[in-house]
């Protein structure tokens, strides 16, 4: 790897410095606007030798939310956010980045300080439109309004260039073949649509019973589907928080104290509470007919119709419409402009609209409003004391989960049974779990957690770290370690039971439809023969080779089956997973092999960028378990990014 890197560093060309200038410039997009808090200290993450400071970390979720704010205008909201996880991408972006930083240095790479200067110039906000310097007094005063020092400033710029020059170079050893590019092209080209009817295997359920040896043959034929992964079974000691809480108290003078220390959370903005009545205009509604239909439901709100009856009855919000189109309170900020300033402007109990939104049509009204000031002490009182409980009994079985760890330490345990005589049997239990897999749920625990991370990192007769849990805090002792392995058909029987029966159940659906092909071959329709069987017929959407066909789970083998066909001719029926299609191709795109000649370029160029993602994806994955990167638990915790790995 060491040696391709350095043979392709004749490469690197001014591309480079695009990317250069185009991450530079973005540090600046909001001259002048918030700034994230930079106080805190310690690390949000460490990779290997490397830090990720919390500075950091609050820089790059900066950057990726006005990517996101660019993107999505006033359609980006902190729901949307936290939906989208950014607090977890900005941090494994920086984690990222210094991954990649100490592969560049393992690779021999490194950065002059002419390639920083001649990065820094190239940014806009640091030249006076004539190319030259707007000087370093200017230049500082940028720098230090967005919380950089220029060391600071020049350090990032240099790793950045750093981290460039590395994916250059892996980009340049990859290479995608002709017969791949035309392969992944005539998947985009040939396209189908098709009208359908399925059969559901789960009609037959019953009928189609799995017997000893329909057991044996198709376990014995399908060895792979149930070869059993590495797997463990752990013991561990439960700190149950909930027990824990019964013994943590919190007084009124405790409570209030907070609340007087505190009155920056109690402070509540102006708010309302509206409903309202959305027509969405779309495939199905044209603008003119929205505008025409929103009209004609405000004439029969003024002449007394209920309001949630008609939102309940014509509302295209399916969140409010089952609640007759209540919206509760919200403050600004919160709904897309121009639903919000005709909200906060209306009087309660006035009806307002048509509003004009990208949504589509409102008839909005408010009915209740909240001004701006203090919550009073009464309406906070118990989520107050909520909050302080919570918190101490965290602390509390932190601590006590970190002593335990402690005394298994110094006392050598080195029996699960020792490990077993230290519950309490109160609020320390002894609790184990079957074998599982990496990949698999634990039950009571969830799929994919540090529980699972900690269980896999375990060696025989140590106990782990302190590790988080929905239930509290738990110190692991591996029970039973397994090798991956060919499962007896004891061990598996009721997948294999349920694969048998799936399989069957398909092949009735299949004759099913077999019976109703012969009646269209003697001249029904795929309509009059789906009415028979009992079945709705469905239009697709366009698709392509890979299915992802609506509403048909597995349906890559009716997809491949309708691109043999021409418009206007019957396939099928496909058995899949869980049941049997029987189709008729309505539309039928072909490849075209002049415009593939033209576009051949761009596909190659595509599934270059795709190929690089994915080397980089492994790359980082790899090294990430080779450096052993772990997590600040309290920004873990903070954060809700229960599946990263944390360290206290």
Known sequence: MLKILRDNLRYLSWILWL?????????FVDFGGARMRGDETGAAATVGNRQVSYVEYQRQYRQLEERYRQTLGERFTPELAKQFRLPAQALEQVVAEKILLQEAERAGLAVSDEEVRKAILQVPAFGDGKGNFVGQEYYEQMLQAEGYTPAQFEATVRDQILVNKLSAILAQTLHVPDAEVERAYREQAETAKIRYAFVPGSRFQGRAPATPADLQAYFSAHPDEFRLPPQRSVGYLLIDSGKLRAQVKVDAAEVAKYYQDHPEEFRQEEQVRARHILLQVGDNRSDAQARTEIEALRKQLEAGADFAKLAAEKSDDPGSKTRGGDLGFFARGRMIKEFEDAAF?????KLIGPIHTSFGYHLLEVTDRKPAGERALSEVEGAIRNRLTTERVEVAAEARSKQLAQRIKDGKVATADALRALADNDVVSWQTTAPFGEEDAVPGIGRGTPFTVAAFAL????ASDP??????WAVLWLVESREARDPQLAEVEPKVRAAVEREKQAAL????LDRARGAMAAGKTLDDAAKELGAEVRESASFGARGGIQGLAGSEAVAQAALALGAGQVGGPVAIGNGAVLFQVTERTRFDPAKFATEKAQKRSELESREFQALLDSLITQRKLELKVTYD???VDELGLGDLSAKG
């Open 19 to 27: 990317v250069i200038i185009v991450f530079v410039g973005f540090v």
């Open 345 to 349: 402007s209306g009087a309660a109990g």
């Open 459 to 462: 060696q025989a007769g140590k």
């Open 467 to 472: 590790v988080k849990i929905p239930r509290g």
């Open 509 to 512: 659906a299949k004759a099913e």
């Open 633 to 635: 638990r309290r920004l």
